[in-house]
């Protein structure tokens, strides 16, 4: 996890980035892989409910002290890998939020397949993702920041991690296992900005730190 620093200038706005997605309030959601809380506050101040899941106990600790310090009492604090967030989330929810974190994830299908468990009919997956420019070109406060280059990925190859779930579980049980993909979506120093139809070439705009993906599950 990044210090707060250079992340609160990156992400001046998280409730702007939230709404943008589509998160609105008595909504029952996830944010996995959620570290400090940084987008966990805003998720919660919206949301009916929240489950924040991450590896790091200390994270979470600091996660759970920011919300606290704002009275929001609405949120779950699980130490858990998002593998198996099937597991850790014990009623269908109707949002999945994963920013800055699909990039480290090794088994991207069985991610995408353990989130399609937990999210009711209609429910909705979002990715915020780092832009795969080379890091160099990506800086913050004058500093390169984020994943290193060749961790990053393409728009295509995140669609595609949970696209393909169409076939592993369409082989269980087609009524089951669709996503609708949205188009992606940059962000431009906490602004959210749609590509138009046709422009992709936009995903090279220097000002890019970010894409978003928005996958609806068609049950
Ligand atoms: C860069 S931080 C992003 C935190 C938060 N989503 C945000 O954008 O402010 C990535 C987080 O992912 C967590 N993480 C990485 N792999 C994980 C896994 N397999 N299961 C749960 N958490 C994981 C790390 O512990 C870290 O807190």
Redesign the pocket.
Known sequence: ??NAGW?EAL?PAPAKVLSSVGLTSGMDVV??????G??TLEIAVLAHHVVA????EK?LELARVRLAERGIANCDFVA????DVDKLVLEPVDFVF????FH??TDRLKLAHAVQTVLKPAGRFVI?NWHQRPREQTPILGEPRGPRTELRLSPDQTSEAVGRLQNVAGSRSAALSLWRCFRIRLIIYGRIIDLPRGAERLGNLKEARHEVHCFDAIR
């Open positions: 996890m990044p992340w992400w944010d996995l892989c959620a570290g400090d940084w987008f899941i991450d590896l790091d994270l858990g890998n998002a593998y994963m920013a800055n974190a480290g994830v915020v």
